[in-house]
């Protein structure tokens, strides 16, 4: 018979589970866990919008003119005019032509391969590209080709090798989410221009962070001969949920009658849709604001992290993650911040290679100054505590 067993060993050694924490409340200053206020630095919701009272307000308005459920897949009964002007308004504020919306970025990352690729093409992909991208990849059947992580030499070195007659894909994401680092854009789009690949980005940790208007990794880099294919998380800086393809009209009318994770599975809900438009024109006007705070934020918690003696892997971006290495280290630490009541994230493999484990911490625009404060008096704590527990490991 089967005999599926979980490996708490971890667990056991550390006394310590930093997964599936029980939320009780909203994504405010602080939240709720176990009956304790936390702050919250392990959260996507980098523009603190996820509890915007007037992205809840057009979530509720849509339930009482759409109800709560389509009850149907895009292509059936799904579509309808919010979904149309949702589309439209992300295509538009990313200037590009058109856009497909999921109910993840999970499914748009799996199905996108499916659609587009076949056992006869190659797919050359970041070594550090995110598991969505992965499993798509996978299940497409091509041939697989890994790149050395924003390894431009190494990328192109393969695909000068590639036997004439393949299709070729250039697969990466733009903001790592474990490390923070971006992706070489425009020298993986000249690439890709030169060779004739498509290239295919995931902007999830860039659309709504990066850029002068928040536009993400086209908008940040300056890449205005993009004709690739684009995809990002709704349920990130955008404050909702769901996933998006963008790209060219004649590709995303093809993929809109050929991917199978749209074409067969329930629309997304009218609520989810009409909190994304809202967010979308909140951040087309409130964004050079917003996003100050977030750096202003980011900047100092990464010199108290420093101060602290933690080894925090320097980046342009609003993730500050410390390396800890072996998998006890990581979760120790972990668990020293939850001692504080602050939540953290933990990457161990297989998320990250092989002890190169880190503890991710992501500053949101909404931590007002006394819980930056806050934070600044217990991260010296931390790294005291920290120190001398594992220094001479």
């Known amino acids: 018979m089967f005999d599926y067993k979980l490996d708490k060993s971890i667990i056991l050694r ?40 007037r992205i809840k307000a057009a979530a509720v308005n849509a339930i009482n003119k759409y109800g709560l459920s389509l009850c149907g897949t895009p292509i059936a009964t799904g579509y309808n005019d919010l979904y149309k002007k949702t589309e439209d308004k992300i295509s538009n504020f990313l200037d590009l032509g058109d856009a497909l919306i999921f109910s993840s970025c999970y499914q748009a990352n799996n199905g996108l ?51 004439k007659g393949r299709n070729k894909f250039v697969v990466t994401e733009s903001v790592f989410s474990t490390q923070g680092d971006i992706a070489p854009f425009n020298e993986i789009n000249e690439l890709c ?12 940790h860039g659309i709504g962070v990066i850029g002068k208007k928040g536009k993400g990794i086209i908008e940040y ?3 205005n001969n993009f004709s690739g294919i684009y995809t990002a998380s709704l349920g990130k800086a955008i404050a ?38 809202r967010t979308f024109e909140i951040i087309e006007k409130e964004y050079y604001e917003i996003s100050t705070n977030m750096r202003k934020n980011k900047k100092i918690i990464y010199n108290s992290l420093k101060q602290a003696g933690f080894d925090v892997i320097e980046n342009k971006t609003l993730i500050n993650s410390i390396k800890c290495g072996d998998q006890i280290k990581t979760i120790m630490l ?20 092989k002890n190169r484990g880190v503890v991710r911490l992501i500053i949101q625009a909404n ?21 001398e527990a594992f220094c001479n490991l």
Not at 129 to 157: D, M, W, Y
Not at 335 to 343: A, C, H, R, S
């Open 240 to 277: 909702n949920a769901g996933g998006v393809i963008c790209g060219e009209k004649k590709i995303i009318e093809y993929l809109r009658y050929n991917i199978a994770h749209l074409i067969y599975s329930t629309a997304i809900t009218p609520s989810v849709l009409g909190g994304i438009l």
């Open 193 to 204: 221009n030169k060779y004739q690949a498509m290239f295919i980005i995931d902007d999830s």
């Open 14 to 53: 550390t006394g310590f589970n930093p997964y599936y924490k029980k939320i009780q409340s909203e994504l405010g200053d602080n939240i709720i866990i176990d009956n304790k206020s936390f702050i919250n630095l392990a959260s996507n919701n980098y523009l603190g919008l996820a509890n915007d009272k």
């Open 113 to 163: 391969f499916s659609a587009l690729v076949n056992k006869n093409d190659v797919v050359f992909v970041d070594h550090f590209a995110h598991s969505s991208l992965i499993q798509g990849i996978k299940g497409s059947e091509c041939r697989v080709s890994p790149f050395l992580h924003n390894n431009i030499t190494h990328l192109e070195s393969l695909l000068k090798n590639t036997k």
């Open 334 to 353: 972990a668990k020293y911040f939850y001692e504080e009541n602050i939540l953290v994230t933990p990457f161990i493999e297989p998320s990250v290679p």
């Open 221 to 223: 880099d300056r890449v």
């Open 367 to 387: 931590l007002d100054n006394e819980i930056i404060n806050e934070l600044i008096e217990k991260i010296g704590k931390i790294g005291k505590k920290y120190n």
